[in-house]
C-alpha cells in the first residue's frame, strides 16, 4: 500500500508540475487544448480537459454490451492541456490498484496517449503509444479505439464536477 501511496503522488505531483511548466518549454505532439480553453476559464463543453469517472466500458472484441463500473471501484481520468493520468482504485478500501499517465496529443478526433509512467501492473504498456477517437458532448467523454497490444476498448466517461 505505501508503494502505491507513493506512486499515486509521484504521478498526481508529475501531473501538477507538468500542467504549471511553460507551454514553451513542453516538447511539441499534435494540437494543444490550450489554443480551444484559456487557462483558468474552465473547461469548454467540447473540451477532453478536466477530471472524468469511468462509467461504462467494453474491453475485447466479445463483448456485446457495455459493462457498468462497479460501485465499489473508481477509476479517474484527469486531461491537462498537455498531459494525462488515469488512477483505478477500490473506493471502499480506499487504496490504488492502477495506474498509468503521460504526454498526449489531439488531431481531430484522434486522442493519442503516450504512456510515460505506469505502477507495478502495467509495465507492458510503458512507452508505447494508444491511438483513440474521441467524442465530448457536454459531461460525457467517449473514447474507443485499440490498445498497443491490440485489445479493444470502449469507455464513457462522465465530468466530475
Request: hydrophobic share 40%; with cysteine.
Amino acid at each position: 500500500m505505501k508503494m502505491t501511496l507513493i506512486t499515486l503522488v509521484t504521478c498526481a505531483t508529475v501531473v501538477l508540475v507538468c500542467a504549471q511548466t511553460p507551454v514553451t518549454n513542453r516538447p511539441s505532439s499534435g494540437v494543444r487544448l490550450q489554443s480551444i480553453v484559456k487557462r483558468g476559464s474552465g473547461p469548454a463543453t467540447n473540451s477532453p480537459l478536466g477530471t472524468w469517472q469511468l462509467a461504462s466500458f467494453k474491453y475485447g472484441t466479445n463483448e456485446q454490451s457495455f459493462a457498468e463500473v462497479p460501485a465499489s471501484q473508481r477509476r479517474i481520468k484527469l486531461i491537462t492541456d498537455t498531459h494525462f493520468t488515469w488512477v483505478e482504485f477500490d473506493a471502499t478500501a480506499r487504496k490504488a490498484q492502477g495506474v498509468a499517465g503521460g504526454a498526449y496529443s489531439l488531431s481531430g478526433d484522434t486522442y493519442t496517449e503516450s504512456i510515460d509512467w505506469v505502477d507495478a501492473g502495467m509495465e507492458p504498456y510503458l512507452g508505447k503509444k494508444h491511438a483513440f477517437t474521441i467524442r465530448v458532448e457536454g459531461d460525457k467523454f467517449f473514447l474507443s479505439g485499440a490498445l498497443a497490444d491490440g485489445l479493444k476498448i470502449e469507455e464513457n466517461w462522465q465530468r466530475v464536477k
